[in-house]
Structure formats: C-alpha cells, structure tokens
C-alpha cells in the first residue's frame, strides 16, 4: 500500500518503503478425480478442480465481508448441488468461525503443511485434498501477479476496487460484474 494512504503503526512510520496489509483470499472449486493417486492412500485417485470450476475470492481484510461474500461465492458455483461440503484451510481461528457460520456440516481439514496430528489417510481415502495448494495459489494469481510488481503502491480504495475486477476476469465473469456494478450506480 502506498505510504500514508493507511493508517501506519510506530514501527511502519519509522521504517521506509511500502506499508503491507493482510489479503484474504478464497478459492472454490467443484471436484472430480484427479489423475494422480494419493501417497497416504495408493488405492485413492485424489480429486482435482473441474475444468472451469475454479472461482476466486478476495478482499482486503479492513475491507470487512469475507465470509458472507465468498458464501455467495459458493451458491453461485453450486453449493446446493454439491454432495459434500470440504473447506480446506490452514490452522487461523478466523476460518474455521467463517467455516461454522457459512458453511456449518462441511468437512473440515487443516492443511497438511499447517498442523501434525489430522486424520489425512481417511481423508485421503475419499479422495480429498489435504493441503491448501489451490488456495495458496489464489494468492499469487489473484493478488500478487496484478497487485505486487515492481513499482506499485496501492491506495486501500485503488486495491478495494482492482480485487473484484481481477477475480471477475480470472472468473470469466466480467459481464455480469459489470451489469451489477451498472445497477449500482443507477
């Protein structure tokens, strides 16, 4: 974020260079079996996005409404079809509350990489995802390939208004982003 287009802390006014701000950022995905066997459970093929199923979320985290957003999110790719729900996650407390108030009976994982004792072979077994590849990998194709190059700074209200842009586009959804933003304004 550019210098004093935020409120900064002691330690950020003393230090030069860019003010750095907490991104959220969600991926949701329809699952079918993937190519690939799981090494916890080598009977298993592990699932894998649906061609043109993944979606993207995100939004600065002073900007408030994640949960209820990428719920709509979910409803809008499908959740009342879906025959289980799994949310995928790393350990912060934030999520798995998003997790009880969106999405209450989801199966819940904590990533492989975040946590030591989890129940991976069972997940495994069905064929679930037990790290949170697809959604670290938002994180670069959502936020820093447009939002981190060299020499950009960010306003709080410049980056408010790319992140919607860019996940429409990564959507495919860029015209009915830009009829809601049309009802909007009239």
Known sequence: MRR???????????????????????AVFLAERGPERSELAPEVWVETPKEGSLRYFARRTAKGGFGQLLYALAVQSGLSRAKQIVVLGDGAPWIWKLVAEHFPGAVQIVDLYHA???RYPAFRAQGLHVGSGI?????KTVVETRA????MWWTPEGLDALLPLRTAK???TKDEFWEQQSRLVA
């Open 4 to 26: 004093g287009s935020v409120p900064m802390e002691e330690e950020e006014r003393q230090r030069k260079g860019d003010v750095y701000r907490e991104m959220k950022v969600g």
């Open 116 to 118: 030591q004792r989890m």
């Open 148 to 151: 981190k190059r060299a020499g």
């Open 170 to 172: 990564l959507n495919h």
């Open 135 to 139: 959604a670290e990998a938002a994180c």
